[in-house]
């Protein structure tokens, strides 16, 4: 939830979590395939005397220890942050152009009503422009809009089992 309300900040207004996405992790080179979470935006520019459409990603990925982080993230997308526990990475532990979020969670207050960080969160570094092989810029908007899909088949599911208590223990 917490990736999804950094997002929402962001302008990141349509995202899931746990969502397919192929990329080369550059930390640790394993490929990677999902996403923790995974949010886009749509854009209506002016370009050039005429208005193009196009879909921003951010892609954040929760990291619990140093084990988690060297076991590897997906990046590739237009913003990529990792969101940790305060104290646990380090700017100079992050790839390039891989921003760090940390979490106090000792002090982190959330208004939820309104999608809103109050406090406990801190950009330590701030995303910049990543070097992967499978970059999302790449895609075609056609295959952007599937992945729209996806995410959008994410949030139905997730919508159907909270809905009709599936799921709960």
């Known amino acids: 939830q917490l990736a999804r309300i950094i997002a929402f900040n962001y302008g990141y207004k349509i995202g899931a979590e746990e969502v397919h996405y192929f990329s080369c992790d550059l930390n640790t080179k394993k490929h990677k ?28 990925e929760a990291k619990q220890s140093r084990k988690d982080f060297n076991n590897g993230f997906v990046t590739g997308l237009d913003v990529n942050y990792i969101i940790a526990p305060k104290g646990l990475l380090t700017k100079e532990d ?52 599937d992945l729209m899909g996806q995410i959008g088949y994410r949030i139905t599911m997730e919508t159907m089992f909270i809905r009709h208590g599936l799921g709960e223990e």
Not at 111 to 133: F, P, Q, T
């Open 33 to 60: 395939n999902i996403a923790d979470y995974i949010g886009l935006k749509y854009i209506h520019k002016w370009v050039k005397g005429e208005y193009k459409d196009d879909i921003k990603s951010i892609c954040i």
């Open 94 to 145: 992050m790839p390039k152009g891989v921003g760090l979020i940390e979490i106090d969670f000792d002090n982190l207050k959330i208004d939820w009503k309104h999608m809103e960080i109050k406090k406990g969160i801190e950009v330590i570094k701030k995303a910049g422009k990543c070097e992967n092989l499978h970059m999302f810029k790449e895609l075609t908007f056609s295959q952007k809009v």
